[in-house]
């Protein structure tokens, strides 16, 4: 599982052989937040219920990482 980038408490990871859409899994404590990088929606979440405010942050660092994000998910899966 290798980590995309690892800021502020945030852990964002891409999973080889995942589905599409491209998206990364955002960890915090024991929550986890799955965001499509094309859209910056979030498409699931697990474990503890994330509060709003770790959403948008993780939003946003998705946003920041984006180029990282998608480069990573090519290497995995193309």
């Given at each position: 599982?290798?980590?995309?980038f690892?800021?502020?408490g ?53 946003a ?15």
């Amino acid at each position: 599982m290798p980590t995309v980038f690892n800021e502020d408490g945030y852990r964002g990871m891409v999973f080889p052989n995942d589905h599409q859409p491209v998206h990364v899994h955002v960890y915090k404590n024991e929550a986890s937040v799955k965001i499509d990088v094309k859209t910056l929606k979030v498409i699931g979440v697990e474990g503890r219920r994330p509060k709003p405010k770790e959403i948008k942050k993780a939003i946003k660092l998705t946003a920041k990482h984006k180029g990282k994000i998608e480069k990573k998910w090519q290497e995995l899966h193309d």
